[in-house]
């Protein structure tokens, strides 16, 4: 059998040529990812050799895919309330531990700094109507909605409580407060 992760499908009794185009993709991605692994301090340094390291930002857990084949060195932030835009539902605990441990999991990165979920300020258009489903009606933002809203407290529980899971098994996670109202 054939299981793509990335594009979501199984072949199930494939051919010995599918097999061949499977294994031959196979390594042509894996060769790519170490080129760009070894050539990663080279191309990112100062004109006198001191190496940087490149953060990326992620919008939605999947991206965590496309950054491990980046050669990147880690997650700077991660906007969690993009999630809840998303959403059909309200996001569990479950939800969230199963987010955190797909970008840690696939992202390929030493350190991963997830955002509290922050609530967006009010637009007057039909996100404000999403915003209210998930977030409630309080105007607080930034480090007062995560820690003085009772909606915004039981979100940033939830969601510490998941990274807490995510780090427990993988000690890559951490937690980051919004602390200005945008």
Same mark, same amino acid.
């Given at each position: 059998?054939?299981?793509?992760?990335?594009?979501?499908?199984?072949?199930?009794? #494939?051919?010995?040529?599918?097999?061949?185009?499977?294994?031959?993709?196979? *390594?042509?991605e894996? +060769?790519?990812?170490?080129?760009? +692994?070894?050539?990663?301090?080279?191309?990112?340094?100062t004109?006198?050799?001191? #190496?940087?390291?490149?953060?990326? $930002?992620?919008?939605?857990?999947?991206?965590?895919?496309?950054?491990?084949?980046?050669?990147?060195?880690? *997650?700077?932030?991660?906007?969690?309330?993009?999630?809840?835009?998303?959403?059909?539902? #309200?996001?569990?605990?479950?939800?969230?531990?199963?987010m955190?441990?797909?970008?840690?999991?696939?992202?390929?990165?030493?350190?991963? $700094? *997830?955002?509290?979920?922050?609530?967006? #300020?009010?637009q007057?258009?039909?996100?404000?109507i999403?915003?209210?489903?998930?977030?409630?009606?309080?105007?607080l933002?930034?480090?007062?909605? $995560?820690?003085?809203?009772?909606?915004?407290?039981? *979100?940033?529980?939830?969601?510490?409580?998941?990274?807490?899971?995510?780090?427990?098994?993988?000690?890559?996670?951490?937690?980051?407060? +919004?602390?200005?109202?945008?």
């Open positions: 059998s054939i299981l793509n992760i990335c594009e979501g499908w199984l072949k199930v009794n #494939p051919s010995f040529e599918e097999i061949f185009a499977a294994k031959e993709e196979e *390594i042509k894996e +060769a790519i990812r170490r080129y760009l +692994a070894s050539r990663r301090k080279e191309l990112v340094s004109a006198d050799g001191v #190496p940087l390291e490149v953060w990326v $930002n992620l919008d939605s857990y999947l991206q965590a895919q496309e950054v491990g084949k980046l050669a990147v060195d880690g *997650i700077g932030l991660y906007r969690t309330e993009n999630e809840y835009y998303r959403a059909e539902k #309200p996001l569990s605990l479950e939800d969230w531990e199963r955190f441990l797909f970008i840690v999991e696939n992202a390929g990165v030493k350190t991963i $700094n *997830i955002r509290l979920a922050e609530r967006k #300020p009010k007057g258009n039909s996100e404000d999403k915003d209210s489903q998930f977030f409630g009606d309080s105007n933002g930034g480090v007062e909605f $995560n820690l003085e809203d009772e909606v915004g407290r039981q *979100i940033s529980i939830t969601q510490v409580m998941a990274a807490m899971q995510a780090y427990a098994k993988y000690g890559k996670i951490g937690v980051m407060l +919004a602390m200005i109202k945008t």
